[in-house]
């Protein structure tokens, strides 16, 4: 009986490290640390259920994690002989800034030229998603979401380009809405024309 309170005792009391993954009881712990540092009560009836919500909101937001994505690109398929550009536009970006926490909103288009085989559309778009939805900052998933495709579907180019807006910029700190950052990852024959200038002026209109 004393041997298990001890023990109970004891594993409460662990040190946790930096990136061990901790309970959900601790991180509901940790919102509720965020809300009285907000300046509200926890125990307020309004708030009772939010570390609840929010932990289970975070599972959603940080669910990038939690997906592998090369296995996302496995199943492929013939092309049929079809040689030009496949681009799925406007696919949403829903992010976090890693430096705030904060939202990164916007829009990402994902273009490859293929080399005897493709993916699916809808695996272009849940790549983008599993890698945006991690703590980011705007250039790396460009990077990894172009590199990812590249080193599992061995295209013959691949670009990305990112359009996105930053809550961190917009509602805090400079305070600016509506600022739009964008940025591009090219990669084998789109670094070079005459595919370069033709993609670019595709995502231009
Ligand atoms: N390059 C890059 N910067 C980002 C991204 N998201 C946010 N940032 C910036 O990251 C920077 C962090 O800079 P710090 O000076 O450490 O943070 P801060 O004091 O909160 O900076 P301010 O936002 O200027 O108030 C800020 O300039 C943000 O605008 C991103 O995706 N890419
Ligand atoms: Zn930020």
């Known amino acids: 009986m004393?041997?298990?309170?001890l023990q109970v005792i004891d594993t409460a009391a662990a040190p946790a490290t930096d990136?061990?993954?901790p309970s959900r009881h601790e991180a509901e712990?940790?919102?509720?640390?965020?809300?009285r540092f907000a300046g509200d009560s926890p125990s307020?009836?309004?708030?009772q259920d939010t570390p609840a919500r929010v932990v289970r909101a975070y599972e959603e937001w940080f669910g990038g994690y939690a997906i592998d994505p090369d296995?996302?690109?496995?199943?492929?398929?013939?092309?049929?002989?079809?040689?030009?550009?496949?681009?799925?536009?406007?696919?949403?970006?829903r992010s976090m800034c890693e430096h705030h926490m904060a939202a990164i909103r916007g829009v990402a288009?994902?273009?490859?030229?293929?080399?005897?085989?493709?993916?699916?559309?809808s695996k272009l778009a849940r790549l983008v998603d599993a890698y945006a939805r991690r703590l980011q900052i705007q250039e790396r998933l460009t990077c990894e979401i172009a590199e990812t495709l590249d080193r599992v579907l061995k295209p013959r180019g691949v670009a990305v380009?990112?359009?996105a807006t930053h809550e961190c910029i917009g509602s805090r700190g400079i305070a600016m809405q509506g600022v739009g950052m964008v940025t591009r990852r090219l990669v084998g024959e789109f670094e070079r024309e005459p595919w370069r200038s033709e993609l670019l002026a595709t995502l231009a209109t």
């Open 109 to 121: 288009h994902v273009a490859y030229l293929p080399n005897e085989r493709v993916v699916g559309i």
């Open 161 to 163: 380009v990112i359009r």
């Open 44 to 47: 307020r009836e309004g708030l």
């Open 71 to 93: 296995k996302l690109l496995e199943r492929d398929f013939e092309t049929a002989g079809y040689d030009d550009v496949v681009l799925l536009r406007d696919i949403p970006v």
């Open 29 to 35: 712990a940790a919102i509720r640390t965020l809300i």
């Open 2 to 5: 004393l041997d298990a309170r």
């Open 19 to 21: 990136d061990a993954p």
